[in-house]
């Protein structure tokens, strides 16, 4: 597990945009990443994966189509662009990546156990 630090969230109406941003403190940044969520009184989802070289993504069901995630490894840097904002997209969110895995479905079955600060985002309607 990495140190991460994330960034870029606010508060949007309903159906507007927002990115978010997750830079990695580390000089080699050679695995896959994901985005999470928590949202009040509800368990921390996985939300979106990039695979080392972003050949690979992934994505679940409820963001498919409107989020689109990427990554810059010369910036260390991983991104989370989110469109057609709904307001159950209201929740904290956070990064995470784990250097055993190389695509982004390997995120998607990791279990995490340290997490940065995360970034706030609120859809309001």
């Known amino acids: 597990q990495v140190q991460v630090v994330e960034s870029g969230g606010g508060v949007v109406q309903a159906g507007g945009s927002l990115r978010v941003s997750c830079v990695v403190s580390e000089r080699t940044f050679a695995y896959a990443m994901g985005w999470f969520r928590q949202a009040p009184g509800k368990e921390r989802e996985f939300v979106a994966a990039?695979?080392?070289?972003?050949?690979?993504?992934a994505y679940v069901d409820s963001v498919q189509d409107r989020f689109t995630i990427s990554r810059d490894n010369a910036k260390s840097t991983v991104y989370l662009q989110m469109n057609s904002l709904k307001s159950e997209d209201t929740a904290v969110y956070y990064c995470n990546g784990d250097s055993k895995c190389t695509r982004a479905i390997c995120i998607a079955r990791s279990n995490f156990t340290s997490w940065g600060q995360g970034t706030q985002v609120t859809v309001s309607s």
């Open positions: 990039i695979g080392r070289n972003g050949g690979s993504t």
